[in-house]
């Protein structure tokens, strides 16, 4: 009971308002106390000017009353304070919308900090103490707060569900048990409890140990992830270790045949020079010797030619005999190196399966097709979606020919849908080796490969075919060709036709675009690594029904 009048006393003196011991408090004509702050406060912020009423009875006042200090009040607060009355319960401790309220607390309810079962009601700390002291309240059942207890009440008999009908499978009172269920099968709520209780443990059991078989089996992927990250790290740095041999064996294999090759040369050379300084010297004493008998064949004086004639007629022995032996060729080097070569290749090229791993694509790049004929080995029918086609582009012939209009086709809406320039992408992904030919009609037209994820939605310019990373494109246009990647333009020199032919490798990022008439000639090729599927993709760009079309190979 002393606690209770505490309890009282603290809420006596507390400010309605501020919900906090009165300070300089003051009070007003229908005998409601505030703190002298808070009322002011309250009636400066009003918008009922010159009314002012109590925030506690709305009792009305007109003029605004004259606010004077309560002495006695004041005094009586600061007394009370001194033997030991503190302040109102914090904020926090009061209980709010979604909190469970105390059933006893009278005014503001302070929040429940246990519920019974019994009683079915919920008490704050200070009402609940009877619960823990009285004996009469030992057996009731205390829970965390709830705000469930009303469902714990027959609806039909207000009274405490303590049953449980097994027929019908419900909670139940005792007057339900021999009245709407009677007869059926009925235990206490608590012994239905029990059973349930064993249910759920059993199934928490199943639960642990699946967590447990399941945790054990994550353990196991994360041994194998590390096994085959470590596997993977050292195929790697071995690989490399032995192609870096290999790189090296070749190399110092290829100096060694050039300072072999360099060595004979200059062997060669000198032979070849010294025979060629001895003819030389004799061409010199051949002129030499003709000059002198020239001379002498035109001198007049007789006697003098015929004293001179025997000495100079005389000639030294020819060198005309010096046989010119075939010299050293290096062919049979260069035979030799391809014979090595084609060796090595074919040895990767019908070996390399030995190297290869399972499920992984360590493929090395095939030779390119030459001819058209093997170029059709590899066709494809492309067929063009109509979900990404821009509003402009009329589709035709099975979605293989693509029409640039004046007028907006009736397109639904679709996210794919190109909106920012009349472009349009192919229904499928291009994988492996693909090879297709696009005929045009009109003056220009972008043959081009994208990624699927290429801008769609109005914007600047690179979300055209060419002008971004995400696609390649072959300009097509009256006077020749250009090939655009990424905003770049290059310049491609071929004969004008009005087929090209595109030519797929994606594994082995081969890209290869080709003029297609009588002869097959490449424009341009693409050697890059392609990381995400590719689509085919055409974009016209000149009205009056300039059009592209796929063609059917056979």
């Known amino acids: 009971m002393a606690q209770k009048g505490v309890q009282l006393n603290r809420e006596t003196f507390c400010c309605s308002i501020c919900l906090d011991l009165l300070k300089d408090p003051v009070t007003i004509p229908c005998g409601h106390s505030y703190c002298m702050d808070c009322i002011k406060g309250h009636w400066d912020g009003g918008d009922q000017k010159p009314v002012y009423s109590c925030p506690q009875c709305r009792k009305t006042f007109r003029p605004r009353p004259v606010l004077l200090k309560s002495t006695m009040l004041a005094e009586l607060v600061e007394e009370l304070k001194k033997t030991g009355l503190q302040a109102a319960p914090a904020a926090h401790c009061y209980a709010g919308p979604e909190d469970v309220a105390c059933d006893f ?8 900090f246990k519920s019974c079962l019994q009683c079915l009601a ?66 206490s709520a608590a012994a239905e409890r029990s059973e349930r209780q064993k249910e759920l443990e059993v199934i928490r059991l199943n639960i642990q140990q699946r967590i447990q078989d399941r945790e054990k089996d994550v353990k196991l992927l994360q041994q194998e992830l590390e096994a085959i990250n470590h596997s993977a790290d050292k195929a790697v740095k071995d690989s490399e270790k032995m192609f870096t041999e290999m790189i090296r ?24 020079k010294e025979v060629e300084e001895k003819l030389q010297q004799e061409i010199r004493e051949l002129k030499r010797k003709d000059a002198e008998l020239k001379k002498l064949s035109h001198t007049e004086d007789h006697n003098q030619f015929l004293h001179s004639y025997p000495s100079l007629s005389a ?58 004929a093997e170029f059709l080995q590899y066709s494809c029918e492309i067929i063009l979606d109509p979900n990404t086609a821009h509003r402009l582009l009329l589709l035709s012939e099975g979605n293989r020919k693509v029409t640039l209009t004046s007028q907006q086709q009736s397109y639904s809406h679709h996210p794919d849908r190109f909106t920012a320039w009349p472009q ?37 310019e690179d979300s055209s075919f060419g002008y971004n990373n995400k696609s390649w494109a072959l300009n097509c246009y009256k006077c020749g060709y250009s090939f655009l990647y990424n905003k770049v333009e290059t310049r491609v020199s071929g004969p004008r036709s009005t087929r090209v032919g595109v030519y797929l490798d994606h594994s082995a990022g081969i890209l290869s675009f080709y003029s297609v008439s009588e002869n097959m000639t490449l424009l341009h090729r693409v050697q890059t690594t392609f990381t995400q599927p590719l689509y085919a993709g055409i974009r016209p760009y000149h009205f009056d029904g300039h059009s592209a079309e796929f063609c059917e190979l056979k």
């Open 105 to 112: 607390c009278s005014g503001r309810k302070l929040k429940a």
């Open 122 to 187: 919920s008490y704050c700390e200070e009402h609940l103490q009877p619960h823990y002291e009285s004996p009469t309240f030992k057996k009731h059942k205390l829970v965390e707060p709830s705000k469930k207890l009303q469902e714990n009440i027959c609806s039909r008999h207000d009274e405490v569900m303590k049953m449980f009908c097994l027929t019908d499978r419900q909670s139940i009172c005792y007057l339900c048990s021999v009245e709407e269920h009677k007869g059926h099968d009925t235990v």
């Open 249 to 272: 064996l070749m190399e110092k294999r290829s100096s060694e045949v050039k300072q072999q090759v360099r060595s004979q040369q200059e062997t060669e050379v000198t032979g070849v």
């Open 315 to 372: 000639l030294s022995p020819s060198t005309s005999s010096i046989q010119i032996r075939p010299r050293c060729r290096f062919d049979h080097v260069t035979a030799a190196v391809s014979r090595v070569r084609d060796i090595l290749q074919d040895v990767l090229r019908d070996k390399w399966t030995d190297v290869s791993l399972t499920e992984v694509d360590v493929s090395l790049p095939t030779a390119e097709p030459k001819t058209r």
């Open 424 to 460: 349009v992408l192919s229904r499928e992904s291009l994988n492996g080796r693909c090879y297709w030919e696009v005929e045009r009609r009109g003056r220009g037209v972008y043959v081009a490969v994208s990624y699927n994820d290429i801008r769609r939605a109005e914007g600047p």
